[in-house]
């Protein structure tokens, strides 16, 4: 049977490598007519038993051409790299998969440097197998054209004396190897919880360096285990000379010496789950190993804390008996144990009243960072609740509950803390029980800005106090309510909000909200040469030195000394992530020296549609990171193919407002900023700070947009085309015929590839329209509308598959007529195979006026209908940062509905 290409919407299991369908053998023989003719539908896949395997997969060495590429000014490629000890080739990821480094017959290094088929890139492989009821297999090779595994991916298949091409780089110096080690030393194919070598090293680590050049790579573990980096040079005859160390995953430990609480000497001062390793001079082959180990067990301890005076007789814990007793003298019930598989626990504490005065929790550390701490008012019926995440993930939840006693003698507190997602040691590092007497501010959030500090006074000098979450400062005494506060605006924030509250959250005075002139809480200040100018919140900007700056007032330090309820204030600086979104636009109609070098507008289709990052859009708190859209645009002339994206500036009004330029983003090496179609972008940190100049704000999506411009190349001839297709209905309406062209959808195949319109499926032995043509009709198109009723094919104008797709002759439109009373309708025999494949007329007329939108090499050519909403489904999860295993699911689904028309070839041969 002559090999074809086919295009397969196929679940695509990465964990365990195999995905296996089983189904009743009733449409075995629909399925030898379909093989046959060369290809088959996922129809017939449902009725056959077969798998997929991709990591379990070995394939043959004869799939593959492996050829030398030559650099050197004054080299030529060689042609006798030797191979003939390579049986077969695992599947999976190919850069993983093949050998690293060839030699040739002269002793001359060549390192695998990429895979393509023709013009097109080729990332993963893996094995399609059929089983026939005669006990005989039918076998595929199928390979992936994305740099990522997603609903998206599409999968073809190689064609009948097709290879794929192993690029060897000639004369290449050394090369850079990475492997796993068990904590015994054993070399594993697995790294910590499994991760492979992408996700520990990076699908972009470097395999090989020039002689005396170096080389960087970034290695990063799960959190739960430790490990450690070396990086050796190879040496024949020994275990070669260690080049670099570094330990991972190595948790804090913390002493107490009196009140203070500090780390323990040799300890990390954070939990390091990545390491970024940088080696010079590289005189020899290198080998970085990753050894690591579970660890299985974890603790929590606040004893040293309970013996600080901030709580050695103000914080109770409680015995088994729910009897309250103090922490200090009760060391066992300030400490926990978890294990590994629980990740969680709870500890209940309290604060007590002793010597007439009533403690109460107001700053708490937990691992050197601040944890909010809930606070509620003596009489309050209330629990109020506070929930902090860590920087490492691990989620903090504190509860507290008054008995609503009397200040000075029967108050308590009772605090819960539930502690999840915990994959570490944790320790009280600081924390504070004040008392009801005591007057000072808690800042309680300090939430999108930098370099917060507070201006302390003594004998007439002034010092800045950096502020944290939960740090307490008293302004209630000698005019020091006077003493300003300030801040940086932290990169990705918009502007801060201010606010004083009481300990249950009870607001007193929001920015200028409230309170005002003499009774305000809160004076705005902007620095001048000479001392301060007081503005309003709607005035207030940064000083000339970038901080904002304010101060509480004396209507303030009167509330505070009036009462001992009020005698605590909580301070907040919240500021909200600004929102970000991506637009697209498609560059087209530019022309450099006089050449055109991108398409014409009407020619373009499928650019990504707009992505506004959910509801929050895209920020830097919760959805740093942006999804660059898979989708590539598509010049139907096949004149021009999509390359890449490149970043525009921006210019912008007073207000922020503004619109993208045509000038390119230029990074400080001279390079233009550019991505490629799914790779992601960080909104976080320096990199949405190098982005400033290219955002402007729009007020209609109350986004920053950032613009990507497509650029484009000429096609060359080895280079793939784009393929339409087109849905048609006809119906009868005020008695005459209306004919609409409902969808429209292209794909990009390599030239000459075969497609077959997948028309018909199936059902309990009888012939009737695909799925996938049911979902259009059913409201999966272009115009939202359903067209209910009954339709059929009209095989005069439906065209049913292309032999071989050039520039000229690459559309395929199908026609579906609905049924009406008078219309006579030829029943259709179940019995009868499938349309055979016909080659469309190239000079037949095509509609190309609707937009499309596009996967990546498809040989179904009616297969868009089950992508789509899958496709959609994809785009959302992209927008929102989700992860995309929900939506294979959905896209699974739809491709087993749809009946994907697919064209194979393979070998069969008998099961062994």
């Known amino acids: 049977m002559a090999l074809s290409l086919a295009i397969l919407m196929l679940f695509f299991t990465m964990g365990s490598g195999t995905a296996v369908w089983a189904g009743e053998a009733t449409g075995s023989s629909t399925l030898e007519q379909h093989l046959e003719k060369g290809y088959v539908t996922q129809q017939d896949l449902r009725s056959a038993p077969h798998n997929v395997e991709t990591e379990d997969a070995a394939i043959p060495a004869k799939y593959f051409e492996f050829v030398c590429v030559n650099h050197h000014a004054d080299g030529s490629a060689c042609t006798d790299l030797q191979t003939a000890s390579i ?74 004396g097709d290879k794929i091409t192993l690029e060897y780089t000639h004369g290449k110096d050394h ?30 680590r470097p395999l090989e360096v020039a002689d005396g050049h170096s080389y960087s ?90 013996k600080t005076v901030y709580a050695n007789t103000r914080m109770v814990v409680y015995d088994d008996n729910n009897k309250a007793v103090f922490g200090n003298r009760s060391p066992g019930l300030c400490q926990k144990t978890f294990s590994a598989k629980d990740h969680s626990f709870s500890w209940d504490f309290g604060g007590c009243t002793a010597g007439g005065f009533t403690w109460e929790l ?54 819960h803390m539930d502690v999840e997602n915990c994959y570490e040691n944790l320790t009280v590092s600081a924390g504070n029980l004040v008392s009801h007497k005591h007057k000072e501010l808690v800042f309680k959030h300090l939430n999108g800005v930098s370099g917060p500090q507070y201006c302390k006074t003594e004998n007439g000098q ?105 005698a605590v204030v909580l301070v907040n600086i919240q500021a909200s ?21 991108s398409p014409n507008l009407t020619d373009i289709e499928d650019m990504p549609a707009y992505q506004n990052g959910g509801e929050n859009g895209y920020n830097c708190e919760n959805h740093q990171k942006v999804l660059i859209s898979n989708q590539q645009p598509v010049d139907k002339t096949g004149s021009f ?27 400080a090496d001279g390079n233009p900023l550019t991505y490629a179609e799914g790779e992601s972008l960080q909104c976080s940190g ?104 009954e339709y059929r094919i009209d095989n005069e104008k439906t065209t049913k598959g292309i032999d071989g797709v050039t520039v000229n002759n690459n559309t395929v439109n199908i026609y579906l007529v609905k049924v009406e009373k008078e219309d006579p309708v030829t029943p259709i025999d179940p019995s009868k195979p499938s349309d055979p494949v016909t080659p469309t007329d190239p000079s037949k007329p095509t509609d190309s006026s609707q937009p499309t939108d596009s996967s990546q090499q498809a040989t179904s050519a009616a297969a868009s209908s089950a992508q789509s909403s899958s496709q959609q489904t994809a785009d959302n999860a992209a927008a929102t940062g989700d992860n995309f295993a929900p939506v294979l699911w959905i896209a699974i689904a739809a491709a087993a509905l749809a009946g994907i028309g697919v064209v194979l070839a393979g070998s069969r041969r008998k099961k062994q």
């Not at 850079?176 to 080690?181: D, M």
């Not at 990063?220 to 070669?240: E, F, L």
């Not at 160390?245 to 780390?263: A, K, P, W």
């Not at 970000?580 to 055109?596: F, K, L, M």
């Open 87 to 160: 049986s077969s080739i695992k599947g999976g990821k190919l850069r993983n998969n093949v050998p690293l480094t060839l030699m040739n017959q002269s002793d001359v290094r060549h390192t695998f440097s990429r895979a393509h088929i023709g013009n097109t890139a080729v990332y993963f492989v893996g094995t399609l197998t059929i089983h026939e009821d005669d006990g005989t297999e039918q076998e595929y090779i199928y390979y992936t054209i994305d740099k990522n595994v997603t609903n998206k991916t599409v999968y073809p298949v190689l064609k009948s």
């Open 462 to 566: 002034g010092d800045w106090i950096d502020l944290k979450q939960g740090s307490l400062v008293g302004r209630v005494a000698d005019g020091s309510y006077s003493y300003p506060i300030h801040f940086k605006k932290a990169d990705g924030y918009q502007m801060p909000h201010i606010s004083y509250t009481k300990k249950d959250g009870t607001k007193l005075q929001e920015d200028d909200d409230l309170k005002i002139g003499e009774n305000a809480f809160v004076q705005y200040l902007i620095k001048t040469e000479t001392g301060f100018e007081a503005v309003s919140y709607e005035n207030w900007q940064a000083s000339s030195d970038g901080y904002y700056y304010f101060r509480g007032t004396e209507a303030l330090q009167n509330y505070m000394n009036a009462d001992s309820a009020q």
């Open 217 to 306: 790579d970034t290695v990063t573990i799960p959190r739960g285990y430790k490990a450690t980096v070396t990086v050796t040079k190879k040496s024949n005859g020994s275990d070669g000379i260690v080049r670099y160390t570094s330990t991972l995953g190595e948790m804090m430990s913390y002493q107490r010496n009196e009140d203070d609480i500090f780390l323990a000497e040799g300890s990390p001062d954070s939990i390091k789950l990545s390491d970024f390793i940088s080696l010079g001079n590289s005189t020899g082959d290198d080998v970085v190993t990753l050894q690591y180990e579970k660890i299985d067990q974890f603790t929590f301890d606040a004893s040293e804390w309970a």
């Open 641 to 667: 193919i999509f390359d890449h994206w490149e970043v525009l500036t921006a210019e912008t009004q007073d207000d922020g407002t503004g619109r993208p330029t045509e000038t390119v983003k230029i990074l």
């Open 577 to 597: 992530p600004i929102k970000y979104g991506i637009n697209y636009v498609s560059g087209a109609g530019r022309t450099q020296d006089g050449v055109q070098i």
């Open 362 to 415: 107001d700053q708490l550390q937990i691992n050197g960072e601040p944890v909010t701490v809930p606070m509620v008012a003596v009489k309050s019926d209330k629990t109020v609740t506070e929930t902090t995440t860590l920087s490492t993930g691990t989620k903090i939840t504190i509860s507290v509950t008054s008995n609503r006693g009397d200040n000075g003698s029967t108050a308590t507190r009772r605090y």
């Open 686 to 789: 320096t990199s949405i700070a190098a982005l400033q100049d290219c955002l402007y704000y729009d007020r209609d999506k109350d986004r920053k947009i950032l613009t990507l411009r497509a650029v484009w190349k000429k096609r060359e001839e080895r280079d793939a085309i784009p393929y339409m297709v087109n849905f048609y209905v006809s119906y009868k309406e005020n008695g005459e015929t209306v004919t609409r062209k409902i969808k429209s959808r292209t794909h990009m195949v390599n030239p000459g590839a075969k497609v077959v319109a997948d028309l018909y499926q199936y059902e309990d032995g009888k012939k009737q329209l695909s799925a996938n043509i049911q979902n259009v009709l059913g409201g999966d198109n272009e115009t939202g509308s359903v067209y209910d009723g």
């Open 175 to 204: 090369t850079v190897e990475y492997q796993f080690k068990d904590s015994d030393g054993k070399v594993t194919s697995e790294g910590p919880d499994g991760w492979s070598l992408d996700q520990v090293f990076g699908a972009d």
